[in-house]
């Protein structure tokens, strides 16, 4: 067969159904920068933030709604891995998705100036989604002669989407009294690759009698920066980059010695806005939410549109069941007996052009309410969806975060998504001087089925058959600076930082007078202690109270002991008595007040 069957396998392939990714974890780590990619509002307690390039902020995962590997495999009497066609049904919907995810900063720099924070990312974003129907996996494990004979074989929805693109991003937040927070962030996003299906609908139907075969199909398909694959002499073909022409591959920065041209040369520009709120009910709750990726990408430079208009056609020549495992015919006999009669009939319905076109980015929403258990303890819950093709894909997570002072950040989470109930992650943040080493999982009991100690003990690639759909990872190195350690220190008149004075009173009866109306005997001292051992007694000098008493107490008090002149007992103008002089005298130490701390817009302040 020519190429006939490859049109078969790309109707099968090229088919979107999108999913968003998730990252619950990172969503409950105010200590790590990265937050306010997820939470906008979020407001870092360090004052200035360095991701290590490339390695600040990494991120991959693996999310399969249909099953797990445990779900279609079984193994027999003697131990041989067989197909179990009825625990994939049972596992399985209509439709269903496999979906990869992985991104990389390879820039990030934040830093705060009063109430507001900044920062700036560069991040590499890849995206990949297969989506798969039931009777996909039916036909592979026991062909179309037993549960899907005389029945319509449904592939609609099947396919593939890819999307390879870079963002460019300037962020703000702001703090408004530790009590509400709003941020924003723009991004420019540059396009390198896309794959996308606009229409697919394809169906193979098998007579329950005379095996007869009928195929129904429906399928539209866009791609930019892909390479051309022409499948005849005709028009029909898929991507727009000819790899014998040097010139092109010159111009689209894949040849030797032109990286520069692909890595920022192409014609396909976006723009995302990603925003959000955190506003404080009260010292005990808390209210997020955030909308991420609203945008576009415009592709317009080596695009394709393929297009196959709707097509039936049912084919008799075939005797016997087609089967991949087991008895039957081979898939090789059905390509050989379908080429001439099948090929003729989709080149006729066939197109391909290369106009320009959009796609929007797939916008995600997360929600959170929190409980704040003490100053470094909380307990969140945590809604997501995300809106494609309008349907909504939601998930929901139950997390618990414990703050060490700045030393460590930890996270404890339970999540739902992506039709997966055993979703167990955690989050670890430490922080030794600015260096903070950080690492989140939704999912650690994927980790389990990698077999990481065997594999590295015997340098090899075992993977364990487990129960598990979803994997996530997420680790980065961050610089911090300026993070808080403790309370504010005040500063004397010169300037120089010392902690609260401590006043100490011998007499607790100094404020009051006695039974008769008398004021008590002002011979009793106060001493103030400071952290440096200095101290500061103060003399027999009247208070307002002793001022404000009759004459005949002035007097009498002025006579007792001898008092230092002060420089406004020197300075004082003629006229003035040292009893006017006395009002003006204040004996409490000179303590400038503090500012209030600056604090994690998460970690509660004392006071709101």
Same mark, same amino acid.
């Given at each position: 067969? =020519?190429?006939?069957?490859?049109?078969?396998?790309?109707?099968?392939?090229?088919?979107?159904?999108?999913?968003?990714?998730?990252?619950?974890?990172?969503?409950?780590?105010?200590?790590?920068?990265?937050?306010?990619?997820?939470?906008?509002?979020? #407001?870092?307690?360090?004052?200035?933030?360095? *991701?290590?390039?490339?390695?600040?902020?990494?991120?991959?995962?693996?999310?399969?709604?249909?099953?797990?590997?445990?779900?279609?495999?079984?193994?027999?009497?003697? *131990?041989?891995? %067989?197909?179990?066609?009825?625990?994939?049904?049972?596992?399985?919907?209509?439709?269903? #998705?496999?979906?990869? +995810?992985?991104?990389?900063?390879?820039? #990030?720099?934040?830093?705060?100036?009063?109430?507001?924070?900044?920062?700036?990312?560069?991040?590499?974003?890849?995206?990949?989604?297969?989506?798969?129907?039931?009777?996909?996996?039916?036909?592979?494990?026991?062909?179309?002669?037993?549960?899907?004979?005389?029945?319509?074989?449904?592939?609609?929805?099947?396919?593939?989407?890819?999307?390879?693109?870079?963002?460019?991003?300037?962020?703000?937040?702001?703090?408004?009294?530790?009590?509400?927070?709003?941020?924003?962030?723009?991004?420019?996003?540059?396009?390198?690759?896309?794959?996308?299906?606009?229409?697919?609908? %394809?169906?193979?139907?098998?007579?329950?009698?005379?095996?007869?075969?009928? #195929?129904?199909?429906?399928?539209?398909?866009?791609?930019?920066?892909?390479?051309?694959?022409?499948?005849?002499?005709?028009?029909?073909?898929?991507?727009?980059?000819?790899?014998?022409?040097?010139?092109?591959?010159?111009?689209?920065?894949?040849?030797?010695?032109?990286?520069?041209?692909?890595?920022?040369?192409?014609?396909?520009?976006?723009?995302?806005?990603?925003? *959000?709120?955190?506003?404080?009910?009260?010292?005990?709750?808390?209210?997020?939410?955030?909308?991420?990726?609203?945008?576009?990408?415009?592709?317009?430079?080596?695009?394709?549109?393929?297009?196959?208009?709707?097509?039936?056609?049912?084919?008799?020549?075939?005797?016997?069941?087609?089967?991949?495992? *087991?008895?039957?015919?081979?898939?090789?006999?059905? =390509?050989?007996?379908?080429?001439?009669?099948?090929?003729?009939?989709?080149?006729? +319905?066939?197109?391909?052009?290369?106009?320009?076109?959009?796609?929007?980015?797939?916008?995600?929403?997360?929600?959170?309410?929190?409980?704040?258990?003490?100053?470094?303890?909380?307990?969140?819950?945590?809604?997501?969806?995300?809106?494609?093709?309008?349907?909504?894909?939601?998930?929901?997570?139950?997390?618990? +975060?414990?703050?060490?002072?700045?030393?460590?950040?930890?996270?404890?989470?339970?999540?739902?998504?992506?039709?997966?109930?055993?979703?167990?992650?955690?989050?670890?943040?430490?922080?030794?001087?600015?260096?903070?080493?950080?690492?989140?999982?939704?999912?650690?009991?994927?980790?389990?089925?990698?077999?990481?100690?065997?594999?590295?003990?015997?340098?090899?690639?075992?993977?364990?058959?487990?129960?598990?759909?979803?994997?996530?990872?997420?680790?980065?190195?961050?610089?911090?600076?300026?993070?808080?350690?403790?309370?504010?220190?005040?500063?004397?008149?010169?300037?120089?930082?010392?902690?609260?004075?401590?006043?100490?009173?011998?007499?607790?009866?100094?404020?009051?007078?006695?039974?008769?109306?008398?004021?008590?005997?002002?011979?009793?001292?106060?001493?103030?202690?400071?952290?440096?051992?200095?101290?500061?007694?103060?003399?027999?000098?009247?208070?307002?109270?002793?001022?404000?008493?009759?004459?005949?107490?002035?007097?009498?008090?002025?006579?007792?002991?001898?008092?230092?002149?002060?420089?406004?007992?020197?300075?004082?103008?003629?006229?003035?008595?040292?009893?006017?002089?006395?009002?003006?005298?204040?004996?409490?130490?000179?303590?400038?007040?503090?500012?209030?701390?600056?604090?994690?817009?998460?970690?509660?302040?004392?006071?709101?």
């Amino acid at each position: 067969m =020519k190429k006939i069957f490859l049109h078969i396998i790309l109707v099968f392939i090229f088919s979107q159904e999108y999913k968003g990714q998730q990252d619950f974890i990172l969503y409950h780590m105010p200590s790590i920068p990265q937050i306010t990619q997820v939470d906008p509002a979020s #407001f870092p307690d360090s004052k200035l933030d360095i *991701g290590l390039p490339i390695i600040s902020s990494v991120y991959g995962s693996a999310f399969n709604t249909g099953f797990a590997f445990s779900d279609i495999l079984t193994q027999d009497a003697n *131990g041989n891995v %067989m197909p179990d066609v009825n625990g994939a049904m049972s596992k399985m919907r209509e439709n269903n #998705f496999l979906v990869l +995810n992985a991104n990389t900063d390879l820039l #990030f720099l934040g830093f705060k100036k009063g109430n507001n924070f900044y920062s700036f990312n560069v991040t590499e974003k890849v995206d990949f989604t297969f989506n798969y129907p039931k009777d996909l996996i039916i036909m592979a494990l026991e062909g179309n002669g037993n549960n899907l004979l005389g029945e319509r074989a449904n592939f609609d929805g099947l396919g593939m989407d890819f999307t390879h693109w870079r963002e460019y991003a300037v962020h703000w937040v702001h703090d408004v009294d530790h009590k509400f927070s709003y941020g924003a962030r723009l991004k420019y996003l540059y396009g390198m690759e896309n794959f996308n299906t606009q229409v697919s609908y %394809m169906g193979v139907t098998t007579d329950q009698n005379t095996h007869a075969l009928t #195929f129904d199909m429906n399928f539209e398909f866009q791609s930019a920066g892909l390479p051309l694959v022409v499948f005849d002499d005709t028009s029909n073909a898929i991507g727009a980059i000819n790899t014998d022409d040097d010139d092109m591959m010159t111009q689209a920065g894949l040849s030797s010695g032109n990286l520069s041209n692909y890595m920022f040369g192409r014609q396909n520009n976006g723009l995302g806005l990603d925003f *959000g709120f955190n506003y404080h009910l009260n010292d005990k709750l808390l209210l997020e939410a955030s909308v991420l990726d609203l945008g576009f990408i415009s592709w317009n430079q080596y695009t394709s549109n393929s297009n196959l208009s709707e097509w039936d056609y049912t084919y008799s020549g075939i005797e016997d069941a087609i089967t991949v495992f *087991g008895n039957g015919s081979s898939v090789q006999f059905l =390509k050989d007996v379908l080429e001439d009669s099948i090929e003729m009939s989709i080149k006729e +319905n066939f197109t391909y052009s290369t106009p320009s076109y959009r796609t929007a980015l797939r916008t995600k929403i997360y929600a959170s309410m929190e409980y704040i258990v003490d100053h470094n303890n909380y307990i969140s819950l945590t809604g997501y969806s995300s809106f494609v093709r309008n349907r909504w894909r939601r998930g929901l997570g139950l997390a618990y +975060n414990f703050h060490l002072g700045h030393f460590l950040s930890a996270t404890a989470s339970y999540s739902i998504y992506n039709r997966s109930y055993s979703n167990v992650g955690i989050g670890v943040s430490m922080n030794a001087g600015p260096l903070e080493i950080y690492f989140l999982t939704d999912n650690i009991l994927a980790l389990g089925t990698l077999n990481l100690k065997e594999n590295a003990i015997n340098q090899t690639m075992n993977v364990d058959v487990e129960k598990v759909k979803n994997g996530q990872v997420h680790f980065g190195i961050n610089l911090t600076f300026g993070r808080d350690k403790g309370e504010p220190r005040h500063k004397d008149d010169e300037g120089e930082e010392r902690a609260d004075p401590v006043s100490t009173e011998s007499n607790d009866k100094a404020k009051e007078t006695d039974a008769n109306g008398t004021p008590p005997d002002n011979s009793q001292k106060t001493v103030t202690k400071y952290p440096t051992g200095d101290k500061d007694s103060g003399s027999n000098k009247s208070s307002k109270s002793n001022l404000d008493a009759a004459p005949a107490n002035s007097k009498e008090q002025s006579k007792k002991g001898t008092t230092k002149s002060s420089k406004s007992d020197l300075n004082a103008a003629p006229g003035k008595s040292k009893k006017d002089d006395k009002k003006k005298i204040d004996n409490n130490p000179k303590v400038q007040e503090s500012e209030p701390r600056e604090r994690t817009f998460r970690i509660v302040p004392k006071k709101i």
